[in-house]
């Protein structure tokens, strides 16, 4: 296994309910392609150097976790088709 971060960026305008219900489900999705979640930290909102999609801010989240190589294609696939996802981004830390 490789130690992976995931770092992606969520809507600012949600509401903290509908924030953390989105957290969770991309937490779900990243434990139901066999990787073990060992840190998530919630950065927060920040301002962008320039608009992505029409937004000017968003709401930061940095996961770190250990992953079989190749296992996290689906939730590159959900993360894509999420519209509460801005931009996401996938770093090997190993």
Same mark, same amino acid.
């Given at each position: 296994?490789?130690?992976?971060?995931?770092?992606?960026?969520?809507?600012?305008?949600?509401?903290?309910?509908?924030?953390?219900?989105?957290?969770?489900?991309? %937490? =779900? @999705? +990243? !434990? &139901?392609?066999? %990787? =073990? @979640? +060992? !840190? &998530?930290?919630?950065?927060? @909102?920040?301002?962008?150097?320039?608009?992505?999609?029409?937004?000017?801010?968003?709401?930061?989240?940095?996961?770190?976790?250990?992953?079989?190589?190749?296992?996290?294609?689906?939730?590159?696939?959900?993360?894509?088709?999420?519209?509460?996802?801005?931009?996401?981004?996938?770093?090997?830390?190993?």
């Amino acid at each position: 296994m490789k130690k992976y971060e995931i770092m992606y960026i969520l809507r600012a305008n949600l509401e903290d309910s509908a924030r953390k219900e989105e957290i969770e489900k991309l %937490a =779900k @999705i +990243i !434990e &139901s392609c066999n %990787a =073990k @979640i +060992i !840190e &998530s930290k919630e950065i927060g @909102i920040k301002d962008f150097a320039y608009d992505i999609h029409g937004e000017k801010k968003g709401y930061y989240v940095d996961v770190t976790l250990n992953a079989e190589p190749g296992s996290l294609n689906e939730f590159v696939r959900l993360a894509k088709l999420d519209k509460n996802v801005i931009r996401h981004l996938i770093v090997v830390l190993d």
